[in-house]
């Protein structure tokens, strides 16, 4: 819902950048999305597609994947595990969502 007020041209911009994907990208490629604070880079099988500019599209990426209700409670899992293994490896302390690892 915050992208319908604050977002709706970064969501375009999305939209337009994920329609235009290279046709030759091999089937079965995989799409990641990276959020850094205020941009969202798109990659497949590590080449960079695209990327766009909007703190609120990033925002709001997260909490769909990260938030209280993630569309895949599996995949937010996924993450916070990896996140917890790269903080407790350098022995430093992580809390994400209420989720603390020492």
């Known amino acids: ?3 319908r ?3 709706e041209d970064a969501l375009a911009k999305l939209s337009r950048l994920l329609e235009d994907l290279p046709a030759s990208l091999p089937k079965g ?7 850094n604070r205020d941009e969202l880079t798109v990659r497949a099988n590590d080449a960079i597609l695209g990327s766009v500019n ?7 990426i997260s909490e769909v994947y990260l938030g209280q209700e993630p569309i895949s409670p599996a995949a937010k899992e996924q993450v916070v595990a990896g ?6 490896e350098k022995g430093e302390y992580i809390c994400l969502e ?3 690892v020492l």
């Open 5 to 7: 007020v604050h977002g």
């Open 54 to 60: 909007s703190a609120v599209l990033c925002s709001a």
């Open 83 to 88: 996140i917890a293994k790269r903080f407790t």
């Open 1 to 3: 819902p915050h992208l």
């Open 29 to 35: 490629a995989t799409l990641d999305l990276h959020l």
């Open 98 to 100: 209420g989720t603390a």
